[in-house]
């Protein structure tokens, strides 16, 4: 028997719910399908947002022969079929468009074997991807397709899917309280929606209040995965809020993660991150802090453990941010890559033999100690090519205050 979401798959445009952005008149991908003139892209949304519905109904728009493909099932040789047969329909006149689900799970040398027949104009590809592209797929492939984002179908639109799938199953209308019930638990996707519709339907509920349906609906999974975008989102959102210094969306998003299954440890290493990056010098606590709660959560489990990254969190969020460090990192490491050609200086080298010595190895070099304030003032320390170059520059914040100071008196600024 075909599922219930299969069955209510809309066939036209004018059926689809949601992704009006990407579907108004104004837009080119509409223009796109309405002229016929179908291009290769990518469709990257959440689960449950239309992907492979709205591949079909472009197919069958432009009157194109479909072909579909799992990256999890398929592979090249189910390619080189989907290849032959586009052959035929190109000498009848017939365009193969080319849907394939899940397309970042192709792996680089896979994904290069679409780019002649794209090329070629044999095959329109239109791949469907709940990750980032910009992670998942090569660039010769993604160059060669528009990307094109779907979002995740709001109250109103989940709403009429409910009531159609409702009325296929000849179900009664949900009151409010019990239809934001299920919508929520739908968490946004389209297809679960229309899954717990069918498991009502099956469950020949008598009558469809809270107390019936909700015993029905199982205890909402968050959204999480571990090596999906997801997570890259929501511990972004984590990185941010520390860095914002907002201590309470720090916390939410850490047990959002926590919550979904992430392990504490995962955060505990992007809080040393951050503690090098945006806190730096200006609180340098903030590393041996968020260390020190990675060993409590080594040594007592979970459960005191993740109260101790908690604490690290808190720490580094209301701590004072500075970047300085980060910023002169990595203008050196640009330097050093442009003029790693350039010999270091004789008075920096040492001159452990003979040889050495008499070519002037170490020559002119001053022994800091044995300088006033142990500062050799005036030496420098630079390829001479390059000349003296100024990277860090610590902020008016924390720590960094003291230090800014002190290296005024050592660059002799004042």
Known sequence: MRPL??????????EFFGQSHLLSDAHPLRQAIDNKQLHSMVLWGPSGTGKTTLARIIASQVEGHFAQMSAVLDGVKELRAVVENAKKFQNIGQKTV????????????????????????L??????????PSFELNRALLSRLSVYVLEPLNADELTQILQRALTHE?????????????????????RRLINIVEQIALAKLAKLDMGSVGQLLQEKISV????G???????SAFHKSVRGSSPDGALYWMARMLVSGCEAKTIARRLLAIASEDIGNADPRALEITLNAWDVYERVGAKEGNRAIAQAAVYCAVAPKSNAVYMAFNQA??????????????????????????LGYGEG??????EQGAVAKGQTYFPEALGEQVYYQPVERGLEIKIKDKLKQLRGSE
Request: charged content about 25%; aromatic content about 8%; some cysteine.
């Open 5 to 14: 979401a299969e069955k209510l798959r809309p066939q036209t445009l004018e």
């Open 98 to 121: 080319l849907f394939v689900d899940e397309i970042h799970r192709f792996n680089k040398a896979q994904q290069d074997g679409f780019l002649p027949h794209i090329e070629s104009g």
């Open 123 to 132: 095959i329109t590809l239109i791949g469907a991807t709940t990750e980032n």
């Open 170 to 190: 000849n179900l009664a209308i949900m009151d409010k309280p019990v239809q934001n019930s299920v919508i929520h638990a739908s968490g946004g996707d389209a």
């Open 224 to 227: 999480f995965d571990k090596g």
């Open 229 to 235: 975008d997801v997570f890259y989102q929501q511990l």
């Open 333 to 358: 490491m640009s330097e050093a890559k442009e003029t790693g050609d350039l010999p270091v200086p004789k008075h920096l080298c040492n001159a452990p033999t003979e040889l050495m010595n008499e």
């Open 365 to 370: 070099y001053r022994y800091a100690h044995n």
